[in-house]
């Protein structure tokens, strides 16, 4: 902020859902892995995710190792 004071801040209810996907027994499997499959495999989970995502309006969090995390419902505002 400016330094000024607002008083104008107000809060108010939102519902917001959190959807957090992780590919289940990738971290076992993953040293069994060649990187490049690995790396394509996850390519094409976030892909396949992202599409999710677009398509329905949903904004995405952040990916962190082999998850995803996504918001629903105004995350924003």
Not at 12 to 36: H, M, Q, R, Y
Not at 48 to 67: E, N, P, W
Request: aromatic fraction near 8%; avoid cysteine; hydrophobic fraction near 45%.
């Amino acid at each position: 902020m400016d330094g000024e004071s607002r008083d104008d801040i107000s809060a108010k209810p939102n519902l917001l859902t959190i959807f957090i996907s992780k590919i289940e027994g990738l971290t076992e499997v993953s040293s069994t892995l060649d990187p490049a499959d690995l790396t394509q495999i996850l390519n094409e989970y976030f892909a396949g995710m992202s599409q999710i995502a677009a398509r329905d309006g949903v904004a995405l969090g952040k990916y962190v190792t082999d998850a995803i995390i996504m918001f629903f419902d105004d995350p924003v505002s």
